[in-house]
């Protein structure tokens, strides 16, 4: 064997190592991007490109003159977005450094155009971006180890993602087989209470078992909340960490063609019970009531499906045909004395855990794994605003998230009235009261007062470590 | 040529030729690459060893800092003297520099060796015994000499068992299936016993054949991402298998030895959560362990252990996943850092050797040029593809539809065409009558000169490798209307299902056992169930996979012939 023939084999295995770590790079990426062109943001951006806007239209007479959907976004990016505060937040610092310069942005800028690996050196050049392409959508990235604007002249092994928040992101979609009202684009303040559930299970799980502080919920604009959780630990977790966190969390699996999802065992985790009291506060009220689940066989049936045993569907199934009016609480009822005195020892377990876990398929929050295992996924921006309805993603309190309506939601249009007519009194009566921002003249104000004290609070946390640090090195 | 390649990475920067140290100081960052001769190797060591002897000295008459920097200077102008840049006399200084960098490896050689063996295997209350216990978290390298025998089979012997482990999986075997497999496996080929108070002289053997040959594979292994994540998964595996066998006195040693210990929640503490901790009566006497989720994630995902303010508290039968995490992580970085010293290693005895045995897992070059059989003409190919794997029988199908392939296609099938026994005359024949629809300057002019480079005949002149399925998996994704790569990679689940059952897979439970591999990301051994499937050697044999596992299409190909050979002869 001649060494230059090892040489060889040598060099084309290091050739080869490059190689395949370029791909693993590009791959991760296009993966992401197929995840965003699922078909709701296409119907979205769809609607950019038709000028009728009937939504916008609609419910306004229009006396007076609104601007169009670019002129409204215009207006709110240079008036409205809370750029300061924003910065603060991704640079986790006042003094501008690296994780807000190696943070990775993305611009939508139409249906077809997106613009990937955006960074900025300051919070200017940030908000003079913005101002200038007036984004339809903004989403934030990871941070990575050099300028993500530099990614194409870098090595592969020079540019990696460092630290990004831990995110979720939930969304009603997913519960379209659960959910009996309006389906389609559209919610209702009735299904929005699945939100609601979701958002109260996973804030508790997320602080008290994981221990994290500073979790920020934010309202997607649409049909679904995302949460960004900031604590310094979350940020430096690695993707095994990540999914990890996922699993523990996830009890809803399997896809549409399995119809029974959550499988518990004997010994329930004390997780899950927590949850479970959680849930059976709501039960009642959202699934019985609100969703009415047991209306019609054909809804019914759905639920019985979960049932493991076949005698006793047949039988409910029979009850409920000869009085199919009765109410989705009384149905319930049958089901739960049904099991109860159902004669079938060897499987009694199964069939009274099977009581759960159907409140379990009901209530449990249904995460998109994706979004939160992989460190560089992106994610939508708090404070964009949502194409189609306008609303603007603003932060919601988990301690108050029963009292959240999203259709509430200041929209582009609301806004721009506000401040018109703000100003216009303004002008009467000048100089009672200082204003700091535009946003404390309209309805934006209790959510940009929210955010300032959430990105406090993170400031506070890390002024308290610094300090502590100093000291500590001090003593020596 | 690994040492220039080194050089041009690391020493790149400097800017004038021949120039190799251009500071005094120096962190000793890299060893040195130059040749040594014998009297050199000891006079600068002895030199360096004057120097450091005399600061120790000079420490020990408790001079001032002053003082003692003045002695010095004086003793290594004598022994190692060591002088700043000034613009002349590069050469001396060159040499200085030479011998104060090779100097400082001798020594730390000399000393690490030593020092190591003190205060590492100091511990070892008899002497003459090295490894106490069975378990070995690999911490050191082997100090002992190693014959070249020894070497290889050692790591083969290795491989034997981490490749019985992988086909286990593959079987679908439950956990204490797998492990009794395991167990009779390594006895045969790796044996490791615990003690037993007897046989003190074997165990040692065992165990040293252990640790070596654990070493060589790592370093065979470290090479790729692809290659590490093998060799990681499948040692945590063998560890995991080791120390569930091993006895909970000599596991609890070894675990105190290794300095690996959790704090424990006090009993006090653990009476009052109680509720949440949620542990059957059997349980309840042992220690809890505390730890940070993020190193008990294997328990975190099964919803396994009590969380708490971002705590774990494990329970002493979950130990071994500590455990296990624990020795998951040491050895991921200890390959990343074998990885980086790899080009470094240029031992013209052990790089092909080195090179053979991860071969053993890449598979054969398959470079066609040991094809036996007698060659394969261009019209032996249509026959001939019932014995291709499905990536191969994708490209060959949509040839034949679309009388043309696109780049990426080409060269994969070509390659692999190549592998199989075509000529280059034969393959250029090939590919002219596939393409069909393009006239023969066409060809001439854009395909021709592709093919021959295939063959090592244009260009570069290299002969190329087919590719292997690590490559056809992980490389150039093909794009919409681009049919190289891998089906079980490539294909939807759908069109890999409608695939299945065009090739006559009709149960569902096999189909559904395929799928699952794929979604699993499990693309080879998928392939591996298909060639059992469609070949009827599903099961035949229980213990034993019936398949080594897929790494190359060719290699699929040589199955498949060999064994219609053999059936043929009965
Ligand atoms: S596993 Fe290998 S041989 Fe099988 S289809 Fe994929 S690339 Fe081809
Ligand atoms: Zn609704």
């Known amino acids: 064997m001649s060494l230059q023939s090892e040489n060889d084999a040598q060099t084309s295995l290091m050739e080869e190592i490059e190689e395949m770590e370029e791909i693993v790079e590009t791959e991760e990426l296009e993966d992401i991007e197929d995840t965003e062109k699922n078909t709701k943001e296409e119907l979205e951006a769809d609607f950019w490109r038709n000028p009728s806007r009937t939504i916008l239209q609609a419910g306004h007479e229009s006396q007076d003159f609104i601007p169009d959907t670019s002129e409204l976004l215009r207006f709110f990016y240079t008036k409205l977005f809370p750029y300061k505060i924003y910065a603060e937040w991704l640079n986790y610092s006042k003094e501008i450094d690296k994780k807000f310069i190696n943070r990775e942005f993305s611009f939508q800028l139409s249906n077809e155009a997106v613009i990937r690996h955006l960074s900025f050196n300051n919070p200017d050049e940030l908000k003079a971006e913005i101002v200038k392409q007036c984004p339809l959508k903004i989403d934030i990235g990871a941070v990575y180890s050099a300028k993500p604007k530099d990614k194409r002249s870098l090595r592969p092994s020079a540019y990696k993602p460092v630290e990004k928040e831990l995110v979720f992101d939930i969304d009603l979609t997913d519960y379209d087989d659960i959910r009996t009202c309006y389906k389609g684009g559209d919610i209702c303040l009735k299904c929005w209470q699945f939100m609601t559930v979701a958002i109260k299970i996973l804030d508790v799980a997320l602080r008290e078992d994981f221990g994290f502080k500073h979790l920020l919920w934010i309202y997607s604009g649409r049909r679904g909340v995302h949460c960004w959780i900031c604590d310094e630990r979350a940020r430096k977790l690695n993707n095994d960490e990540r999914k990890a966190i996922v699993s523990y969390l996830e009890v809803i699996k399997g896809g549409a063609q399995q119809h029974k999802k959550v499988y518990l065992y004997k010994n329930m985790h004390s997780s899950l019970k927590r949850s479970l009291v959680i849930i059976e506060d709501y039960f009642e009220q959202i699934v019985l009531e609100d969703q009415d689940v047991l209306k019609d066989e054909q809804n019914w049936t759905k639920v019985l499906n979960c049932i493991p045993d076949e005698g006793l569907r047949k039988e409910l199934n029979k009850k409920w045909l000869q009085l199919p009016l009765k109410p989705s609480i009384d149905k319930w009822h049958d089901l739960k004395s049904e099991i109860s005195h159902y004669k079938n020892k060897k499987n009694q377990w199964r069939l009274d855990s099977s009581i759960s876990e159907i409140m379990f398929q009901y209530l449990y929050p249904r995460l998109d794994d994706k979004v939160t295992t992989q460190i560089n996924h992106l994610l939508k921006s708090p404070f964009c605003v949502h194409p189609k309805t306008e609303r603007v993603c603003v932060p919601i309190s988990p301690d108050n998230c029963e009292n959240f309506d999203p259709l509430k939601v200041p929209t582009l249009t609301t806004l721009y009235r506000q401040l018109n007519e703000t100003n216009n009194t303004a002008s009467d009566k000048s100089g009672t009261k200082r204003i700091h921002h535009e946003y404390e003249k309209c309805s934006l104000k209790s959510y940009m007062k929210y955010f300032e004290n959430f990105v406090e609070g993170i400031m506070k946390e890390i002024r308290e470590k610094n300090r502590e640090a100093s000291e500590m090195s001090m003593e020596f | ?570």
């Open chain 2, 1 to 570: 040529m690994i040492v220039s390649s080194q050089k041009k990475q690391k020493y790149g920067q400097f800017k004038k030729l021949g120039v190799d140290f251009e500071y005094l100081l120096n962190f000793y960052k890299f060893p040195p690459l130059e040749d040594i001769t014998i009297e050199e190797f000891e006079t600068f060591a002895l030199d360096r060893l004057q120097v450091l002897k005399a600061i120790e000295g000079a420490i020990l008459r408790n001079k001032t800092e002053e003082q003692i920097r003045g002695h010095i200077n004086q003793i290594s102008d004598e022994f190692l003297p060591l002088r700043s840049n000034d613009g002349k006399q590069r050469y001396d200084l060159q040499a200085e520099r030479r011998k104060d960098h090779i100097s400082h490896f001798i020594l730390r050689l000399a000393y690490c060796r030593n020092s190591q063996k003190k205060q590492k295997y100091g511990q070892f209350k008899k002497l003459g015994v090295d490894f106490e216990y069975l378990l070995n978290f690999y911490k050191f390298p082997p100090l002992e000499d190693i014959t070249i025998e020894e070497f290889e089979t050692f790591a083969l012997d290795r491989l034997q068992v981490l490749k019985a482990i992988e086909g286990a999986i593959l079987r679908n075997k439950t956990e204490e299936q797998i492990r009794g497999h395991i167990n009779q496996i390594s006895d045969e080929f790796l044996p490791l016993r615990s003690n037993d108070g007897k046989q003190r002289y074997d165990l040692q053997a065992e165990r040293r054949k252990d640790h070596i040959s654990h070493f060589i594979l790592r370093l065979a292994y470290c090479r790729n991402e692809e290659l590490r994540q093998w060799f990681l998964r499948y040692e945590c595996i063998l560890f995991k298998i080791r120390f569930t066998n091993e006895k909970k006195e000599d596991r609890d040693a070894f675990l105190r030895d290794e300095n690996i210990i959790w704090p424990q929640l006090s009993s006090t503490e653990k009476e009052s959560m109680k509720k949440e901790l949620n542990l059957s009566q059997e349980y309840w006497k042992d220690p809890i362990f505390v730890v940070e989720f993020e190193n008990a994630l294997e328990l975190v995902s099964r919803r396994a252990v009590y969380l708490k303010d971002g705590k774990a508290y494990v329970p002493a039968h979950e130990q071994i996943t500590l455990v296990l995490s624990e020795f998951r992580k040491r050895l991921e970085e200890a390959l990343l850092l074998a990885s980086k010293a790899f080009p470094k290693l240029d031992d013209e005895r052990i790089l092909p050797l080195l090179n053979n045995i991860n071969k053993q897992y890449l598979g054969k070059n398959f470079m066609g040029k040991n094809v036996v059989e007698g060659k394969v003409t261009a019209d032996d190919v249509d026959e001939l593809v019932g014995h291709f794997p499905l990536c191969m029988q994708n490209l060959h199908k949509n040839l034949r539809t679309s009388k043309h392939l696109k780049h990426y296609g080409r060269r994969q099938y070509n390659l692999f065409l190549k592998g199989i026994g075509l000529t280059i005359e034969e393959a250029l024949i090939f590919w002219r009558k596939s393409f069909s629809m393009i006239d023969d300057s066409k060809f001439q002019r854009e395909y021709a000169y592709n093919i021959r480079h295939n063959y090592g005949i244009e260009g570069r002149r290299k002969d190329y490798a087919p590719l292997g399925c690590m490559s056809i998996i992980t490389n150039n994704q093909p794009g919409p209307s681009e049919n190289h790569g891998c089906p079980f990679r490539h294909f939807s689940e759908e069109n890999m299902k409608a695939t299945l059952i065009d090739n006559g897979i009709r149960n569902t439970d096999q189909i559904n056992n395929i799928i699952t591999l794929v979604r699993d990301k499990h693309y080879q051994i998928a392939c591996t169930k298909f060639y059992e499937i469609t070949r009827n050697l599903e099961d035949l044999n229980e213990d034993k996979p019936v398949v080594e596992t897929i790494q190359h299409p060719n290699q699929y190909y040589e199955a498949s012939t060999k064994l219609t050979k053999s059936k043929k002869k009965k």
